[in-house]
Structures are given as structure tokens and as C-alpha cells.
């Protein structure tokens, strides 16, 4: 890894605080996003600005990318200005949540160009790429994987998925849609219990010893739902965004998802009244609207 560049498309939450996790560690960066603020932060902190995707695939070896959508990443990787445009850089690593189909987009248009493409979304939240503690989900040639593998160990625990484009974020897909899932059903059977009276800290309390007891219960509703502060840092619009491609990709290889289809929608209504931009235990709210009881600690 000495000598080589690195490149990060996308320094907003999560890769701003990946690109911080990189400079710590000794590495030259190279940054760009639409965020002006997000890029002189950075700067400040040693990394190099640069105006373009393919200005920072010119002037670095391996380019990351954490990026809020598919159409984003499709963009970013293969459009004009794009990582293929940038002639130096020969691996792109996909940070960000876009599904298996548009992975493997991006890995046959990029290997065109002699660039390989990494599959490497992560789980962990805002607090695991602070951290260091994600969970990061790799796909990839295996002599790519071992070559980065250093580099990726500062983001947190490894996974190493498989070869084939698209496998991680399978992967990623699933993890994301059981989140929700129990965020949901947490969320119903949490007012529930406020609406019979019981003490929502008693409840937590129980849950967590017993059958029920899942990441909302364990995470989500200590730290953000009893207080009533509902800053998880997650927000409803990319957890509606990944559960419906999840789904989508569930139905195209005829999958069944009656209970996702559920979430979804819940997310929908979510997303509908709070706003895209609103925190992912906002689907909390939903339930005690409908209940006329408020969960709080």
C-alpha cells in the first residue's frame, strides 16, 4: 500500500468519516462531493480537493466511493466526469447500498476500462464508521481482496462474500430489510404495550433477556426512541430506498416478501409524513399517531 493514492467520491456522514479513518491511518486522499463544507473539512485535516469523479480517479490508485443512491453510484462510476474517465486509478470500491443489478453494471462497464470493481457495502451506522467498527461485505476477484484487504481493515470487521459482482450487496440487501423488519414489528408491539400501561424501560429490560429481543429493542429504542430524540442517524429515505431494492430484486428472481411488502409500506408512510430526511425510528411515530399513546422513557 505505500506510495499509492487513494481517491473517495462521496465525503458526506459515512465517507466523511471513512476519509478521516484513512487520513489517521497515514494515507494520501484524494476527496471530492458537492458538499464545498464536507471537502474543506477534510482539507483541513490533509486531504487533497479535487472537482471531479474522474479528476480523482486521475490523480489516485484506488478510488472509494460512499454514495446515497444506485443512480448515483452508476453515475459516479461510468457517466461523464466518471471514475472511468480518469485513466490512472485501477479499482473502485462501491461503499455504498445499491443492489446486486446495478453492481454488476458498474463492474462490466468499469472492467472495459481496465479498472476492477470492489462490491463492498457496510453495516455499522454512523458510530461504526466513526469507529472502525463496521461490518464491511466484500465481493471481488480474490487477489483484489487481498490486496486491499489492509486498506478496507481500517473501516472494521471484514467479510469476504465471493467473486462473483453483486454478492455483497445481496448481502447488504437482507441485513437491511431484517433492520427494518424489527424496527417495525418493535415499534407495534412497543406501543402496544405503552397503550396497556406497562413501563417502556421495564419492557426493553424484558425483551432484551428473551426470545424478542433484535437489534431495534437492543440499539434503536434506547438510545433514540425512549428519550424521544429520534436521531438514530439513519435516515427513512435510505432505509425506504434499500428495502425496496430488496424487494425488487426478492420479486425478479420470484421470491415471495409478504412480510417486506408490509415494511415497506410502513416506511412509505414514513417517508410520506416525516420526510425522507427524517430519522429511520421515525416509523416509531407512525404507530403512536395511530395508537394515541406515546413511547418514552
Not at 484513512?22 to 490533509?46: I, K, M, N, Q, Y
Not at 452508476?74 to 457517466?79: I, K, M
Not at 426478492?250 to 408512510?269: F, K, N, T, Y
Request: glycine letters at 12%; one cysteine or more.
Amino acid at each position: 500500500m505505500a506510495g499509492r493514492t487513494l481517491g473517495f467520491v462521496g465525503v458526506g456522514r459515512m465517507g466523511g468519516f471513512m476519509t478521516q479513518r484513512l487520513l489517521a491511518a497515514g494515507h494520501s486522499v484524494v476527496v471530492t462531493d458537492p458538499s464545498a463544507e464536507a471537502v474543506a473539512a477534510l482539507v483541513a485535516e490533509g486531504a487533497t480537493s479535487a472537482g471531479s469523479p474522474a479528476e480523482v480517479a486521475s490523480l489516485s490508485d484506488i478510488v472509494f466511493a460512499s454514495l446515497p443512491s444506485p443512480a448515483v453510484v452508476e453515475t459516479v462510476a461510468l457517466g461523464a466526469k466518471g471514475v472511468a474517465d480518469g485513466g490512472r486509478a485501477k479499482i473502485f470500491v462501491d461503499l455504498s447500498t445499491t443492489g446486486s443489478r446495478v453492481a454488476a453494471k458498474v463492474a462490466e462497464g468499469l472492467t472495459a476500462k481496465g479498472v476492477v470493481a470492489v462490491d463492498c457495502p457496510v453495516s455499522g451506522g454512523l458510530a461504526g464508521a466513526k469507529n472502525g467498527t463496521l461490518a464491511v461485505m466484500v465481493s471481488c476477484p480474490a487477489e483484489t481482496y487481498a490486496d486491499i484487504e489492509p486498506i478496507l481493515k481500517i473501516f472494521g470487521k471484514l467479510f469476504y462474500v465471493g467473486e462473483k459482482p453483486g454478492s455483497a450487496q445481496t448481502l447488504k440487501l437482507v441485513n437491511n430489510l431484517l433492520a427494518a423488519c424489527a424496527m417495525a414489528i418493535s415499534a407495534e408491539g412497543m406501543v402496544m404495550g405503552m397503550k396497556a400501561g406497562l413501563d417502556p424501560k421495564v419492557m426493553i429490560d424484558v425483551i432484551n433477556v428473551s426470545s424478542g429481543r433484535n437489534s431495534a429493542i437492543q440499539d434503536k429504542f434506547p438510545r433514540s426512541v425512549l428519550p424521544g430524540t429520534f436521531d438514530f442517524g439513519f435516515m427513512t429515505g435510505l432505509s425506504y430506498k434499500d428495502v425496496r431494492l430488496c424487494l425488487d430484486e426478492a420479486e425478479a428472481m420470484g421470491i415471495p416478501m409478504v412480510v417486506g411488502s408490509a415494511v415497506r409500506q410502513m416506511l412509505a408512510m414514513t417517508n410520506a409524513v416525516y420526510g425522507p430526511d427524517s430519522d429511520f425510528t421515525s416509523m416509531v411515530r407512525n404507530v403512536e399517531t395511530w395508537a394515541g399513546v406515546e413511547v418514552r422513557g
